[in-house]
């Protein structure tokens, strides 16, 4: 994990996201895009239906077994 926090200058924030899990000044930048498709809604009903979890931050090396719709709050 300190490998992974050099390489990486993380951007999102919000609820649920450890910043200290992540690394801030390095050269690969990690986001979500910012992009906020119509079907977000629906899929996220749908497989919160099957069973899955909606984690926050999948990228902190310890969440699994779920999906993530968003990780930064942007009004819809």
Known sequence: ???????ETFHPKGEGIDQNN????GPINVSDGGYR???ENQFL????????SNI????DFDS?????VRL?????
């Open 64 to 68: 699994n077994n779920g999906f993530s």
């Open 22 to 25: 992540h690394g801030h000044d």
């Open 37 to 39: 498709g119509t079907s």
């Open 45 to 52: 009903e749908t497989v919160q239906s099957m069973g899955y």
């Open 72 to 76: 930064i709050d942007f009004p819809v």
């Open 1 to 7: 994990m300190p490998l992974a926090k050099k390489l």
């Open 56 to 59: 926050p931050d999948l990228q």
